[in-house]
């Protein structure tokens, strides 16, 4: 592929990422669990393939990619990648399996217990990738590169509180935590990891993708602070209930959490005003509402840790389906027809007229597919508030037929389907694994 | 641009013009990204930038340049360098050729 700075396995990650979230929507579609009971084995499994199978890998590979050009230096050790990915998804499968002991699949135990393996040292891979472009920049005195340092650092924290409770679950001996831990665990997963992490590259990416101004001034330092302060208090609370301590933290980490939200709300409604971008493109459009559900999220997280049940559920499916998984398929669009267009044209720039990045996009499509995600988003949200199976199962089916739509769209992206046959120049590449390199003479 | 008269500046930026920024649709001398123009003799120097610097496409935009000045005339060789101080910003679409 041509370019520096090209990340070979991103598209690789994306398709791994791609099936485990068609493949947990589904199984959510004939076995998820109703409302109110997402504790239960079943819920467990389909909430880790969507957390880590979907969500966490398509992470992964767009920091892979992403990280080097916004911080301009190159990954630490690229071919490290391809492991973290073979280990990643299998992972993700053994847990989501192993879960299923719970629901008296004797097996599944087992499976419980090892599988926290595997993804650790997928994770332990990333992160000495991420460590590259992290240290040789200085990360902590950029904003991107500060979000996604403790993006990191949650992830450890998270995937050590899961791995204990797994083991626990599964009657191992050894390391283990107790179960009572689980909203540390999936604050520390879902804000932490996942949400700084998108923070944290969306902050330039969307000033580039807006033709935005770097915003200066003291949002981003403080949002960064409170975001340490959010972990600081999670790894304390894990601390101290492993200890068997009392007089958790949890609502000072959910009020922090939800500081850093609002603070980073505030810092993209400005770069949004700020746009030398008239009208932006689909990716961006379709972002925007998916920070309704953020602002939801955040909302409800420090009652919902309070009480949990159903506020619980409602909270953390706002905050993985309609804030993350909107932003992540939004920004896949984007992504994979820039990469595509690398690909293919790149080495043909200045020879002759050349399509641009989104006319390999079927944008009124894309708006449609993305629209019926949110309304699924919405619709599940609610059922969960309001203990309504039927009606959260209609929203899995909206779910499904939304990324079904996307991933065909995807696919056309990659086969230039919007081209007319004789702009496309010569074989296409591979749908989603990197091209072949030569061998140097 | 220094060394050359005005109606190569012209040639000089139409040439330019051809390079489109795949992802804005805005060719290299809108974006601002062209910071300096020189002629000497029949060599040609064009120092340039892109949005961000470690952009993927930087040394393909770069390279893209100076495929499209090679064939001007009376141009025996087309330079384009790349640089990111100053670095780019919004502020400079619409600047132009120069800083």
């Known amino acids: 592929m041509p370019g520096k700075h090209l990340a070979r396995w991103t598209l690789s990650w994306f398709a791994s990422a791609l099936l485990c979230l068609v ?79 719970l629901e008296g699949w004797p097996p599944g135990l087992t499976l419980l217990a090892v599988a926290p393996l595997p993804l650790g040292l997928a994770f332990l891979l990333v992160m000495t990738l991420a460590a590259g472009p992290l240290v040789a920049a200085r990360g902590w005195r950029d904003a991107t590169g500060r979000m996604v340092i403790l993006a990191l650092v949650a992830l450890g924290l998270a995937w050590l509180g899961g791995a204990g409770m797994a083991r626990m679950l599964a009657g191992a001996g050894g390391f283990t935590l107790p179960a009572d831990l689980l909203p540390f665990h999936v604050t520390l997963g879902a804000a932490g990891w996942l949400g700084l992490a998108a923070m944290g590259v969306s902050y330039r990416l969307f000033a580039m993708f807006l033709l935005a101004p770097d915003p200066t001034g003291p949002l981003r330092p403080a949002t960064a602070l409170l975001a340490l302060l959010m972990i600081a208090a999670l790894a304390l609370g894990m601390a101290r209930g492993a200890a068997g301590g009392a007089a958790s933290p949890a609502l000072a980490a959910m009020a922090a959490a939800a500081a850093v939200a609002l603070l980073y709300l505030a ?42 049940g159903a506020l619980a559920e409602a909270a953390v499916f706002a905050a993985l389906i309609g804030w993350l998984s909107t932003l992540t398929l939004a920004q896949m669009v984007k992504i994979v027809s820039f990469l595509t267009w690398i690909q293919i044209f790149a080495p043909r720039i200045g020879r002759g007229p050349l399509p641009l990045v989104q006319d390999l996009v079927d944008e009124p499509a894309a708006r449609r597919w993305l629209l019926l995600w949110l309304a699924g988003a919405a619709l599940g949200t609610l059922a969960l508030l309001a203990g309504q199976p039927a009606a959260f199962r209609a929203a899995i089916a909206c779910l499904l037929i939304a990324a079904l739509g996307l991933l065909r769209l ?13 702009r496309h120049p010569g074989p296409l590449p591979p749908l989603f694994l990197p091209p072949q390199t030569k061998a140097q003479p | 641009m220094t060394g050359a008269a005005p109606d190569r500046l012209a040639e000089v930026r139409a040439a330019l013009a051809t390079v489109i920024d795949p992802e804005t649709g805005h060719d290299l001398v809108a974006m ?3 910071y300096a123009v020189e002629l000497e003799g029949d060599l040609l120097r064009v120092t340039m930038t892109t949005t961000i610097r470690g952009c993927p496409m930087a040394e393909l935009l770069r390279a893209g340049a100076e495929a499209a000045l090679a064939g001007l005339p009376g141009i025996a060789r087309a330079e384009v360098r790349l640089t990111w101080d100053p670095p780019w910003t919004p502020a400079r679409i619409g600047a132009g050729i120069g800083l």
Not at chain 1, 82 to 98: E, S
């Open chain 1, 410 to 422: 995807l696919w056309q992206i990659r086969r230039l389907a919007r081209l007319a046959p004789g």
């Open chain 2, 32 to 34: 601002g990204m062209i």
């Open chain 1, 23 to 101: 493949l947990a929507l589904a199984l959510a579609l004939v076995a998820a669990p109703a409302p109110g009971e997402w504790r239960r084995g079943v819920g467990l499994a389909l909430l880790h393939l969507a957390a880590i199978g979907w969500l966490s890998q398509a992470m992964i590979g767009a920091l892979i990619q992403f990280l080097p050009v916004l911080l301009a230096r190159p990954l630490l050790w690229p071919g490290l990648s391809l492991a973290a990915l073979l280990l990643t998804g299998p992972g993700a499968g053994l847990l989501a399996l192993g879960f299923l002991g």
């Open chain 1, 267 to 308: 810092d993209l409604s400005r770069l949004w005003r700020s746009r030398n971008r008239p009208r932006p493109e689909v990716n961006m459009r379709m972002s925007r509402p998916s920070l309704c559900f953020l602002a939801l999220a955040a909302g409800l997280a420090p009652f919902a840790i309070r009480q949990g």
